[in-house]
């Protein structure tokens, strides 16, 4: 067929259509103006723009705020949906204990006298103090610290945004964005004596203007593995090889990799294993670090157990998912 350009019956030029074809793989869909160079539609991904986003191209704002700010506006946090957290401890309440402690992934209380319950589509904070002892509600994430350069806020069960580039006074105490030390920057919410808050979302953001009300729900998928590089369970699908006649090597991969080489904690004290001929019972379980770095395959020797053989191949006696914690954390 002759693709050479040629008069239509309407008397204006016909395209040449093999020039046509390329032009289509170079074409955008939408032409975006004034809007920060954000592409909002367009692609086999998302055929079709977002209506509500074009409506309101020309101000230059979707729900008040710049679209500008919306590219900055990626959360810097982890696990910062309490609606459906990530939660490998378990737990629902973590309840007041000396010193600080991890209770959702990547969140801890850093002090005395606090409790953090899991709800049903939020959590709860509490400062169960009446002395004024101070609760600090955290997380550190490893970027530098630039003095106003990130805007942290916090969605309460209400449905109210709170939002600050310093330290904010609340009804219920404070929330503010500080350095968290060596290269890192960390956000918290401090609660007054005897004060309790309930919190849906968190976020920590580069930039001058919060964004929080425009995102949509946590993947959790997503969240998960980023939570792993710092704490991790081990236990299912575990084998162990005899070490001694008391003890053995349990080895198991990495999810993903850990920040740092981790730290070992027993989440059992006593356990059952076999070899499908007979069972071998430790009463009293202790662990040791026995190689490993921080990207998986770590050995922890168990021991407590009697009557094994050397070099023989043991597994879980019974439905042991967690047996090791594995902590990277800050």
């Not at 629902?92 to 049903?120: E, F, K, M």
């Not at 709860?124 to 002395?131: E, G």
Request: proline share 4%; hydrophobic share 35%.
């Amino acid at each position: 067929m002759d693709y050479s350009r040629r008069k239509t019956e309407r008397g204006g030029d016909e395209p040449d259509q093999a020039g046509d074809r390329m032009a289509l793989t170079k074409a955008k869909p939408i032409g975006l103006i004034g809007n920060g160079d954000i592409d909002v539609g367009g692609g086999l991904s998302n055929p079709m723009p977002d209506t509500t986003l074009i409506a309101n191209l020309n101000a230059d704002l979707l729900d008040g705020v710049h679209l500008a700010d919306i590219r900055l506006g990626q959360n810097i946090l982890h696990n910062w949906d309490f609606r459906n957290p990530v939660n490998q401890r378990e737990l629902l309440t973590y309840p007041s204990q000396a010193g600080a402690r991890y209770t959702i992934d990547r969140w801890a209380n850093r002090s005395w006298y606090q409790v953090t319950t899991v709800n049903t589509g939020y959590i709860t904070i509490l400062n169960d103090y009446s002395t004024g002892q101070p609760f600090c509600f955290s997380q550190i994430v490893e970027i530098p610290f630039i003095s106003d350069a990130y805007t942290f806020s916090v969605e309460l069960s209400s449905g109210e945004i709170l939002a600050t580039q310093g330290t904010l006074s609340t009804a219920f105490g404070a929330i503010g964005v500080v350095e968290g030390g060596s290269n890192t920057t960390e956000v918290t919410i401090n609660l007054n004596a005897n004060t309790a808050v309930s919190l849906r979302r968190a976020k920590l953001e580069l930039g001058t203007v919060s964004t929080l009300h425009l995102d949509p729900p946590m993947d959790w998928a997503v969240e998960l593995p980023k939570c792993q590089r710092y704490y991790e369970r081990l236990g299912a699908g575990m084998y162990f090889l005899a070490y001694t006649a008391t003890s053995v090597i349990a080895s198991s991969p990495f999810t993903v990799y850990k920040r740092i080489t981790p730290s070992f904690s027993l989440l059992i004290g006593t356990m059952m294993i076999t070899d499908g001929l007979a069972d071998y019972t430790a009463t009293t379980l202790t662990a040791s670090i026995y190689s490993g770095d921080n990207k998986g395959m770590r050995q922890v020797v168990l021991s407590g157990f009697a009557g094994l053989t050397v070099g023989n191949i043991y597994y879980c006696g019974k439905d042991y998912y967690e047996i090791i914690g594995v902590s990277a954390d800050l």
